[in-house]
């Protein structure tokens, strides 16, 4: 991935859309600090950062907004500390839930001219979950999606490994399981239903 922190699975503050200019970040590009002119942003700007990045999703607890991959940015506009949020899909139901516990947290980092932007474009991708983020999601008990969902085809034929013991033996039971972003399978060689993440 590149730098250290990459290579760890946590991404850094990207280049967002806001009065600095700056491209929006594309699936899988690395990020990189949108810094400050102002003398100390740049330490704001990484508080931030790390403030918003530790903040579990609320349906998978075990994973941060940094393994998921859905903070895109944090930027300063004027006196305001700007951080971008991007959800996995148009009207899922934990956004405003992310969005308040993010806000929650920069108060609690004592950042109180700090807001939370929703960013839908670029749009987000299973893609963007982080090496470390699919280890946890296994680990929990829920298979990791397929890298490459850009690419695959709407009606392809999956593979999916049992989180329980790695069999590729599996059926899919439902196309969706405990929330609308996973499917239900189960595995024919352990015989232990599982929930999937499905591509996107």
Not at 55 to 76: F, K, N, S
Not at 123 to 149: C, F, M, N, V
Not at 174 to 179: A, D, I, L, N, V
Request: contains cysteine; hydrophobic residues 40%; negative net charge.
């Amino acid at each position: 991935m590149g730098t250290a922190r990459q290579a760890a699975g946590v991404p850094s503050p990207l280049v967002g859309e806001g009065q600095g200019g700056g491209e929006p970040r594309r699936a899988g590009s690395p990020p990189t600090l949108n810094p400050s002119p102002q003398g100390g942003g740049e330490s704001d700007l990484e508080r931030a950062h790390s403030a918003a990045a530790a903040v579990v999703d609320p349906e998978i607890p075990v994973l941060t907004l940094a393994d998921l991959g859905v903070l895109r940015g944090v930027e300063r506009r004027g006196d305001a500390i700007i951080v971008k949020l991007t959800p996995t899909y148009t009207g899922c139901p934990a956004t405003l839930a992310i969005q308040l516990a993010v806000e929650a947290a920069l108060a609690e980092a004592g950042l109180t001219a700090a807001r939370v932007d929703i960013v839908l474009a670029p749009a987000w991708s299973t893609d963007d979950i982080t090496e470390d983020g699919r280890r946890k999601l296994r680990d929990y008990g829920i298979a990791p999606p397929a890298r490459g969902a850009a690419a695959r085809s709407l009606f392809a034929e999956e593979t999916v490994a049992c989180p329980k013991c790695g069999s590729t033996d599996t059926s899919r039971i439902s196309e969706f399981g405990s929330t609308a972003c996973k499917a239900l399978w189960r595995c024919e060689a352990c015989a232990e239903p599982f929930d999937y993440f499905k591509c996107l």
